[in-house]
């Protein structure tokens, strides 16, 4: 299975390791979306911001 993140709000005055977070994940700026796999570490990464950013559940990839 496939994810679609896509960072909602910005990382303005945000601690420093959720901003490092949000750029491991390939993103840097509201409306940005990025398709990772489903994997143990994408998803703690996904808890850990999961305030910024929007989660969606590709099925058919």
Known sequence: MKLKVTQIRSTINRKENHKRVIASL?????????????????????????YLIKVEELQGE
């Open 26 to 50: 390939g993103l840097g700026r509201p409306g940005k979306s990025r398709i990772h796999d489903d994997n143990p570490c994408i998803r703690g990464m996904i808890n850990k911001v999961s």
